[in-house]
């Protein structure tokens, strides 16, 4: 199982975190996924992401298939696809 370094998780729950009412939770959700990604060099599962970034996996995989969309991460063609960070970002 691919693990997050501690500083991501706590960088990407202090982002969270510090939302406030006039911001859209959603837009900061989706930069954790990507900041995520974007600091850990090996591809992760769904179910990683979720962990790493405290949604659950049913979020994690609408934001994923969201930011695979509009071309912000790729999904590899393994046994069980895992997202990237495209090249876009």
Request: glycine share 2%; charged share 20%; aromatic share 4%.
């Amino acid at each position: 199982m691919i693990v997050p370094a501690e500083d991501t998780v706590a960088h990407v729950e202090v982002s969270l975190a510090e939302s406030s009412q006039v911001s859209n939770r959603s837009t900061f959700k989706s930069f954790a996924v990507l900041e995520l990604l974007g600091r850990v060099p090996q591809p992760l599962t769904l179910v990683d992401i979720a962990r790493a970034t405290d949604l659950n996996r049913t979020t994690a995989k609408r934001f994923v298939s969201t930011l695979c969309e509009l071309g912000y991460v790729e999904r590899l063609a393994v046994v069980m696809p895992r997202p990237l960070v495209s090249s876009r970002v």
